[in-house]
Each structure stands twice: as structure tokens, then as C-alpha cells.
Nanobody, 117 residues
Framework: QVQLVESGGGLVQAGGSLRLSCAAS????????MRWYRQAPGKQRELVAS???????HYVDFVKGRFTISRDNAKNTVYLQMNSLKPEDTAVYYC???????????WGQGTQVTVSS
């Protein structure tokens, strides 16, 4: 079992920056993929970025060039640096850890990000 705790959300003006953190209760070295998702009011949860154990990163088009995902295995923490924020980035951001073996799919409780225009 892996507990994930997100932090770093808040209220920011358009064009501003935030850094989200996702702290895991145990080593993330064995986690195959760490992901950030978000869910805006009335919308489905959507993938934002991912970071594989092999070091590969992936970003969805609407955050490319603005968001950066990183992981610090020593601190068991994954980060999401968000720059040039837009009002449409307003959502609850969730951290997800996916492990192939033993199988596991873990979620944090989410952190609210609000971007004002």
C-alpha cells in the first residue's frame, strides 16, 4: 500500500506559477509510472503529465511548454511545476502511482488549484 499526499495548491493570478508536490509514504523507486491528473468542476478527470521509472516524461498538449513533472526518489516525492497558468487550469490536481508488480494503483486526495483572470 502506498499513501500519496499532495500539497502546493492555492490561488494564483493568470500568468503565475505554482509547484505541486506529491509525497509518498514509501519508496517510489518501484513505482512504474507516477502521474498527475486534474479534474475541473463538471468535467472528467484528465491526465496532465507522467513520469516513468525509466525516466520518460509525457505531457498532454494543453500543458506542454508550461508544466514540468519531476521526481526525487530520495525524497519519495513527485513534483509538478506549473508556469504561465491560465484560468482554464483551475481544477483539483491528483497524484497517481501505478505499479505493475505487485499490482497497485494509488491516488492522493487532491489539491485545489485556482487561477484567477
Amino acid at each position: 500500500q502506498v499513501q500519496l499526499v499532495e500539497s502546493g495548491g492555492g490561488l494564483v493570478q493568470a500568468g503565475g506559477s505554482l509547484r505541486l508536490s506529491c509525497a509518498a509514504s514509501r519508496s517510489i523507486f518501484s513505482i512504474d509510472v507516477m502521474r498527475w491528473y486534474r479534474q475541473a468542476p463538471g468535467k472528467q478527470r484528465e491526465l496532465v503529465a507522467s513520469f516513468t521509472r525509466a525516466g520518460m516524461t509525457h505531457y498532454v498538449d494543453f500543458v506542454k511548454g508550461r508544466f514540468t513533472i519531476s521526481r526525487d526518489n530520495a525524497k519519495n516525492t513527485v513534483y509538478l511545476q506549473m508556469n504561465s497558468l491560465k484560468p482554464e487550469d483551475t481544477a483539483v490536481y491528483y497524484c497517481n502511482a501505478l505499479r505493475g508488480y505487485p499490482p497497485g494503483d494509488y491516488w492522493g486526495q487532491g489539491t485545489q488549484v485556482t487561477v484567477s483572470s
